[in-house]
């Protein structure tokens, strides 16, 4: 696979780095690397909310808990954006799968419920991959949780250049937002996303993460 060799000198870069580290008597803290985007220096915590995946079961900041999470927002109707990022992101999970690593739980956050029901996201989500989670619920809850995510959106003029019940465009945040597994907000991956730059800066949010939660 044409990517392992990349893949495999992030991992080492990573590995040897935090060996490095712990190799110190006095290990320096560990400051966040660069990456495209932004890894917070403390996790922003997020406050509790109440969704319903395309199951539609009821999702909640509990099942951020444990595990590390990649949150993207947009909707059903989106033309170009979307489907394009969701598919970078069944690659990311592809590849983590293959190298057996751990890929974050991978979730798509509707900001048009208006349209996009249970019913409407299952299909859509699940075309990317089978593995992927999609929210949806209130306008309000959902507007409250975009905001914890520093993501905005807003509604937007359709075909015609007018904005009616079924013609209209949601403008967006292209941005992915990691969560870490104390299921707060650990890094801001900004557009444009690629496998390899996204797989990159999730490796290295991972590695900062751990290193300062050592006991």
Known sequence: MKKIPA????????AAGAWLGTTQ????????????????????????FELQDQHKQKFSREDLLH???????????CPDVCPTTLAIMSKIDKIMREQDLQPPQIIFLTIDPERDTSEVIKPYIEYFNQNFIGLTGPLDEISRFTLQ?????????????????DNYLMDHSSALMLINPDG???????????????LESILKSQTYYEFNHKE
């Open 67 to 77: 595990h590390w999470s990649l949150i993207f927002v947009g909707y059903t109707h």
């Open 7 to 14: 893949l495999l000198l992030i991992l080492f870069a990573v």
């Open 184 to 198: 707060d907000l650990q890094s801001i991956l900004t557009a444009p996303h690629s496998p390899g730059i996204v």
């Open 25 to 48: 008597k006095t290990p320096a803290p560990l400051k966040p690397d660069r990456i495209q985007g932004a890894i917070y220096p403390t996790a922003k915590e997020l406050k509790g």
């Open 149 to 165: 995510l520093n993501a905005v959106f807003r509604k937007s003029a359709g075909a015609g250049g007018e904005i009616t019940a």
